[in-house]
Nanobody, 127 residues
């Protein structure tokens, strides 16, 4: 069982930055690929970024490439999402998720494959 708690959301002006954190419980954090997803009101939950067990492999949705960076600290059981040059269309509830992986470079874009989810943190970008 893995419990995930996100933090770091808030209100920011367009062009600003935020760093989201997701703290995981348990001693098996390094066995999970981690992902960030977001859901805007009235829309489906969308993939944002994912990082492999080792942290050596990452993948991003096209709209955030060059602006967002996912990273992880396995010693601290934490995954981060650094968000720069934020745009109003980035406004959403952001969720982190954990997917059991079986090789070090495993990443996952599909939300349906994730095993555990956090409660979400609101990010609002004003124009």
């Amino acid at each position: 069982q893995v419990q995930l708690v996100e933090s770091g959301g808030g209100l920011v002006q367009a062009g600003g930055s935020l760093r989201l954190s997701c703290a995981a419980s348990g001693r098996t954090f390094s066995m999970y690929a981690m992902g960030w997803f977001r859901q805007a009101p009235g829309k489906e939950r969308d993939f944002v970024a994912t990082i492999s067990l080792s942290g050596g492999n990452t993948d991003y949705t096209d709209s955030v490439k060059g602006r967002f960076t996912i990273s992880r600290d396995n010693a601290r059981n934490t995954v981060y999402l650094q968000m720069n040059d934020l745009k109003p269309e980035d406004t959403a509830v952001y969720y982190c998720a954990a997917d059991r992986g079986y090789y070090r470079d495993y990443v996952q874009r599909s939300w349906g494959d994730y095993d555990y989810w956090g409660q979400g943190t609101q990010v609002t970008v004003s124009s």
